[in-house]
């Protein structure tokens, strides 16, 4: 999510699905070989959409979005009907406070027992200038019960004094060697335009709604290819994990143009600390755009049940002119080696895709 004048960014996403995108089965009646849908394919982009997060518990998927001032979650047994399903409402900004509006980007997290969202939301905007990360926790274990709102996490640089907060986007949270760590976007300082750089904070939780010490600098839009001609930024932080390998892909440059792509951060083994920035190997891009998919990003990450495929779930614009009208997308990748994945090239409309192992009916 980006701090953009974000006409896309507004709490709409449409959740109609794009037609002829899933093939999962013969057609029922004869069709032409130029239009019929190979079975068990399907074709991206899949809904329309911003920002993905799709997570999978035991053999349940979930996807988690925000629209309306709210955040809704879907559920299905099949990756490729999440996006589809019937989503339920679990939490609406308040008509007051610090997170009445401008409800970004939540992602759905299983921490000890219960649920988190992390997500963010500002008290006005355009511009953005207040917004900030907040957690709601789950009553119980059921994604789709009652929750409880934790309130805003501190993100700043006086941890334990009630100053020196920040703006924060874009919250992620991943273990690391036995520790659950918070990754996010963040400006440096205060400022009263919403066109300002941004960068990764990472700092430990003391819980998974609290920071235990000041935010570090994780990394800088310093390479060429995170430098946007507006703004250089990066951000939408996700932890993608195998093995012994720990890595951040995250989102940059201008997230409104064409060329918003992915970038990646490696830890240098899981006994290297986190909370130092040259424990940390920048590679990018990682992940691109083409002729025909523009402004690739804001990732989510998941597995078959039986943890043999990988899959991407991302957002691409509809057009390669600025704005933030965008679909979401998915793809399978592949590991070379431990060190890091392959993602490959961004399918186009035109490619037909084999439906995630166990999908087909």
Known sequence: ????????????????????SFGCAPPATPRTAATAAPACTFANPIVAGADPWVVRRD??????QSHDRRIWISRATRLSEVFTAPARA?????????NRT????????????????YYAAGRA????????AGVLQSTGDDALGGWIDRGPIYTGDSVGTGTGDRWSIDMTVGRIAGRY???????????????TPQQLYIAPLENPWT????????????????????????????????????????????????????????????????LDPSSWTKTGPVFTGNAEVFGVGHASFVTTPDG?????????????????????????????????????AATTSSERITLPRGDCR
């Open 1 to 20: 999510m980006t701090l953009r004048s974000r006409r896309g960014r507004r709490d709409t996403i449409a959740l109609a699905l794009l037609a002829a």
């Open 59 to 64: 053999s349940v998927y979930y996807y988690v």
């Open 90 to 98: 679990v939490w609406t900004a308040p008509d007051t406070g610090w």
């Open 102 to 117: 401008n409800v970004w980007a939540p992602e759905l997290h299983f921490i000890d027992g219960r649920w988190y969202i």
């Open 125 to 132: 905007g355009p511009p953005y200038t207040s917004q900030h």
């Open 181 to 195: 760590y918070a990754v996010w976007s963040g400006w440096a300082q205060r400022a009263t335009t919403d066109k």
């Open 211 to 274: 920071i235990s010490t000041n935010r570090v600098l994780l990394s800088a839009p310093d390479a060429d290819w995170e430098r946007g001609p507006e703004l250089d930024l990066q951000e939408g932080p996700e932890f993608l994990q195998r093995g012994g390998s720990v890595l951040i892909v995250y989102s940059t440059r201008d997230s409104w143009l064409k060329e918003y792509a992915l970038g990646q951060l490696r830890l240098r083994d899981t006994t290297a600390n986190p």
């Open 308 to 344: 043999a495929e990988h899959w991407i779930v991302y957002h691409s614009k509809d057009s390669p002119t600025p704005g933030w009208k965008r679909s979401v997308r998915m793809q399978r990748f592949d590991w070379p080696t431990e060190r890091g994945p392959r993602f490959g």
